[in-house]
């Protein structure tokens, strides 16, 4: 028995975070039905990123380029390295316009239940990266959810015996949070009273 081509959509959109069959079924229907154009839009974006979205070869975050913006841009501060979640949590410190540091992004964290441990997380690379020269104090801006804390607790130990100056965001920032939902004075703060 052959598949449909609608079935084969609504498959393939299972395959987006918490869609289940229905939801599946309803952007599928929403996009054949009324916005054509719009699904062949998703189409072409979805298979380009696919093709050209790497990661920072620096920081590991995504890039079209072999360096990201940040990456490339010399005239920040190569003392300071921070260390964060996701892109988002990255964009939300760059927001606050107030860390002129480099980042590393771990594109997750540690998750035992889900078998994420260090180096399924790639702390190797940000081990690489942190000793790589410049870098004097590392400042861990994982959430502060019980896997942040465990994340953070994990890479501190392994910085710190390479000998780095390792520092964690004030607990002005709410427990259980994510920070890229945070306002940004907050963060701000919790930069600020680092230790
Ligand atoms: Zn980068």
């Known amino acids: 028995m052959t598949t449909s081509h609608l079935d084969a959509l609504v498959d393939a959109l299972r395959k987006l975070p918490g869609v289940g069959v229905k939801s599946a079924q309803r952007m599928a229907f929403h996009l054949l039905?009324?916005?054509?154009?719009?699904?062949?839009?998703?189409?072409?974006a979805l298979d380009e990123a696919v093709r050209g979205v790497r990661h920072c070869a620096r920081?590991?975050?995504?890039?079209?380029?072999?360096?990201?913006?940040?990456?490339?841009?010399?005239?920040?501060?190569?003392?300071?390295?921070?260390?964060?979640?996701?892109p988002a949590d990255q964009a939300a410190l760059e927001r606050t316009g107030s860390y002129r540091g480099y980042y590393y992004v771990l594109m997750?964290?540690?998750?035992?239940?889900?078998?994420?441990?260090?180096s399924a997380l790639g702390?190797?690379?940000?081990?690489?990266r942190a000793t790589e020269g410049d870098v004097e104090e590392v400042i861990l801006a994982t959430s502060f959810t019980a896997e942040g804390e465990a994340t953070a607790h994990v890479l501190s130990e392994g910085l710190k015996a390479r000998g780095l100056k390792v520092t964690r965001l004030a607990r002005g920032v709410p427990a259980g949070s994510e920070l890229?939902?945070?306002?940004?004075?907050?963060?701000?703060?919790?930069?600020?009273?680092?230790?």
Do not use: K, N, W
């Open 108 to 118: 997750g964290r540690i998750s035992p239940l889900d078998g994420i441990g260090a």
């Open 123 to 128: 702390a190797a690379g940000l081990m690489a």
């Open 180 to 195: 890229e939902y945070v306002d940004l004075s907050t963060i701000a703060h919790a930069l600020v009273d680092r230790r």
């Open 59 to 86: 920081c590991h975050t995504f890039t079209d380029q072999a360096l990201c913006a940040i990456c490339s841009d010399t005239h920040r501060d190569a003392r300071q390295l921070c260390v964060v979640e996701t």
């Open 33 to 44: 039905q009324h916005d054509r154009a719009g699904a062949q839009q998703l189409a072409r």
